[in-house]
């Protein structure tokens, strides 16, 4: 039986409303359980708010509300909004509900029975935006770095979680299991805050100056510091200790955060856990920051002229959930910041989603429509081999490996890489034409091409599940929940002769003046400059540059500097023209490895179609040919 899979976000904050920032981890757990699904695991989703501490108390009180009448409105706001967004998770745990104030309580006193907590006097810096003390070296100017705060100076009895004790456990801990913290940076990150002395962690605030939070058992003079209590909803929500629940998901939890709060997690969490005689979560995945550019999209933006665009309602109803949940997956390399704006939203549904997807569903099935009396064709046995069928099968691999390193944009940029290669099949195989004299061998062609999208819709459907079930409902394929990769991406279960239908356009294109009122895409430093356009490292991952041979070449009839070649690139082999004639004789360019950007559109020139282009060095007149320093398989990426 496969192993079960238990994926959490932070629970938010209630001193602000949602925002796309909070929307990206939230997505982003929905998508984790939606492909652990479609991998055949049973899986829990849990999500929530972190109700209690002196950030909330302060903001409740700003707006004149008590502290439970205050988390119950915003909380209420959060779930609201996730359900308006189509995320629906097994649970949504409050750090207020009873049944998290009672684990919270027996986990407090049982370290404090065992002696891992004890009493002592406290001077630091509290950072109320952070909840924490931070460290003389964690300030940048004498301010936090990630609030902009001068922090409080703090001096009180408080009780201490003997976190220190635990420290070289952590260390080797991290060194024996790789994965625990990834990507590899944040697991660095962590081993070198554990080069210092981490000390013992401050657990409790005396309710004289907050009485906002859970009491601890072993003194009602004090209630438990905000991070003790909120990381243990991670339990709470499997129903530790006695449900069968805890048993079956704890061992798989995944906590996913953005990197503002890995020490909690990554240090206080573990040691906790520890001291608790509870085994580690899995996994700690821990992404960048979204930002615009006025920096990382925070609570302060909801207040100001951005609003609109960084508040996740206005944004899901402008797009449509699913074009919003492909760009959030899709322009996020996971662990690295990523830049948000309308512009690069509107880009992907243009290109990705409209151009590559929706028009190729729409042009296949119209295709079917006028020559096969819109009944899916018979497969045909080509004896020139099938360049889909080859990348169709392959792509279940290539992706579990992507997801199992969590590079999820790798994995939709290999779906969306099959979708291409679909439209460079047809463009090929032009059915439009064949048909006319080779009516099986066209319908042959158009079966793969509905195969392979039917195939490319199953692998998107986590991200995108309601255009891909409208998707494969378009090609007669039914699904209910979702679908299963291992099964319904084998090649060849597209059934002949069922009838296929033309539905709404999947993903109608956005025309520019939609996005009018959006603010300058990018800042005046990275506008356009005399040598050309400042482009994101996304928006670079989108060329296709790949090495290849050049395995024969001619010169272009008629022509002074036209060179028609066929390259190949891996198993893909294509013809490219280029102007390069006056500076290399055809012949001295067979048998040389070049470099290509692979998913450049077709284009035709001299009446030849040219599937690619070679990237050269251009001086003038002169040209020199991008080639390697040594030997390299052809169709490796160059990035
Ligand atoms: N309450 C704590 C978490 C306790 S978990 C036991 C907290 N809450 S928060 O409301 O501040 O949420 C922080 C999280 O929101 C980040 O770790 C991330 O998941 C998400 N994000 C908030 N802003 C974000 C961006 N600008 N970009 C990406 N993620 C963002 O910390």
């Known amino acids: 039986m496969k192993p079960a899979y238990y994926v959490t976000t932070p629970i938010y904050y209630v001193n602000a409303e949602p925002h796309i920032g ?13 492909i652990h699904q479609a991998m055949g695991q049973d899986t829990f989703f849990l999500t929530g708010t972190d109700e209690h501490g002196e950030k909330i108390a302060r903001a409740a009180a700003a707006v004149g509300k008590t502290p439970q009448g205050y988390v119950d409105d915003v909380s209420r706001e959060f779930r609201t909004v996730w359900h308006a967004l189509g995320l629906s998770p097994d649970r949504f745990i409050r750090t207020t509900d009873p049944e998290h104030v009672k684990v919270v309580t027996s986990i ?17 810096l509290y950072c109320v935006g952070c909840e924490r003390f931070l460290t003389e070296k964690e300030l940048v100017e004498g301010l936090c770095p990630d609030h902009k705060t001068a922090p409080e100076r703090v001096k009180e009895g408080n009780y201490f979680f003997r976190m220190s004790k635990f420290q070289q456990w952590l260390i080797d801990y991290i060194h024996d299991n790789p994965d625990f913290i990834r990507p590899e940076r944040y697991r660095n990150e962590v081993l070198s805050t554990l080069k210092d002395d981490i000390g013992d962690l401050s657990i409790s605030r005396p309710k004289k100056r907050l009485s906002w939070g859970i009491p601890l058992p072993f003194d009602p003079d004090h209630v438990c510091y905000v991070w003790f209590d909120a990381l243990i909803n991670y339990l709470t929500g499997i129903g530790y200790p006695d449900e069968d629940r805890f048993r079956r998901y704890w061992d798989e939890a995944e906590h996913l955060i953005a990197k503002d709060i890995l020490k909690p997690h990554g240090i206080y969490w573990p040691t906790m856990l520890k001291a608790a005689g509870i085994p580690p979560y899995k996994h700690l995945t821990v992404h960048g920051y979204w930002k615009t550019v006025e920096g990382k999209i925070s609570k302060s933006l909801m207040s100001g002229k951005l609003r609109n665009m960084v508040a996740p309602l206005p944004l899901f109803e402008k797009y449509g959930p699913d074009a919003v949940r492909y760009y959030l997956m899709a322009d996020m390399t996971l662990g690295l910041d990523a830049q948000f704006t309308e512009d690069n939203i509107v880009t992907r549904i243009n290109s990705d989603l409209a151009n590559d997807l929706g028009n190729l569903l729409s042009r296949l099935v119209n295709m079917v429509k006028s020559a096969y009396d819109s009944r899916i064709p018979e497969p045909y046995d080509d004896s020139m081999g099938n360049p889909l069928k080859e990348q169709a099968e392959r792509l279940h691999a290539t992706v579990i490996e992507h997801i199992d390193h969590v590079r999820l944009h790798q994995a939709i940029w290999e779906v969306m890489q099959l979708v291409r290669r679909i439209n460079r099949y047809i463009e090929e195989t032009a059915p439009f034409k064949l048909w006319k004299f080779d009516k099986s061998r066209a319908g042959g062609v158009l079966y793969n091409a509905l195969e392979s999208l039917r195939i490319a819709a199953v692998f998107l459907h986590p991200i995108m599940p309601n255009k891909m079930s409208a998707l494969l409902q378009q090609l007669g394929w039914h699904i209910d929940g979702s679908p299963l990769w291992i099964e319904q991406s084998k090649w060849g279960m597209l059934q002949s002769g069922l009838p296929i239908e033309l539905g709404s356009h999947l993903f109608p294109r956005i025309e520019a003046q939609a996005v009018e009122e959006s603010p300058p895409p990018v800042a005046a430093s990275q506008r356009p400059t005399e040598e050309g356009t400042m482009i994101t490292f996304q928006e670079f991952q989108k060329m296709d ?5 050049i395995l024969s070449a001619e010169r272009v009839p008629d022509t002074k500097n036209l060179v028609k070649m066929e390259i190949s690139i891996g198993e893909d082999k294509r013809v490219i023209v280029a102007g390069i004639a006056q500076k290399y004789l055809p012949e001295n360019l067979v048998g040389r490895q070049v470099v290509v950007v692979a998913n450049l559109a077709p284009a035709k020139i001299r009446g030849i179609d040219s599937n690619g282009m070679l990237l050269a060095a251009v001086d003038g007149d002169d040209l020199a040919l991008v080639v390697l320093d040594k030997p390299c398989r052809p169709g490796t990426k160059v990035h």
Do not use: C, N, P, S
């Not at 407090?108 to 630091?124: M, P, R, S, T």
């Open 108 to 124: 407090l006193q049982k370290v404090h029975d065992q002696g891992d907590i004890y009493f002592g006097e406290y001077e630091g």
């Open 545 to 549: 540059l790949r090495v290849a041979d």
């Open 22 to 34: 909070h929307t990206y981890t939230t997505v982003l757990a929905d998508v984790f359980a939606r």
